[in-house]
């Protein structure tokens, strides 16, 4: 049997509004074979919500806090959880 999907939730922390952040961060999330979104909020960070293997979710979570992303990232903060809603593709919101 195989392991149940997990969800990464990540607040990311720093100035990666407009700047490609939210596009960098879909294309590492497909190549990954992970689902969810990426989205700005009014205070400045992003919202990246991811599910799939707990594997593929801990790379994303390496990429996010690299030096590799489109403008800087200060912090991110992330939390595990088990996938409950379903989401189709990885999309920008």
Request: charged share 20%.
């Amino acid at each position: 049997m195989s392991d149940p999907d997990m969800r990464l939730t990540a607040w990311v922390h720093g100035r990666v509004q407009g700047v490609g952040f939210r596009w960098w961060t879909r294309c590492r999330a497909l190549e990954l074979g992970l689902t969810g979104y990426a989205a700005n909020h009014a205070d400045g960070r992003v919202l990246v919500v991811a599910q799939g293997p707990r594997d593929a979710g801990e790379r994303l979570l390496q990429l996010l806090q690299g030096g590799a992303t489109p403008g800087h990232v200060e912090n991110v903060v992330a939390d595990w959880s088990r996938a409950s809603e379903q989401f189709v593709g990885f999309v920008e919101r």
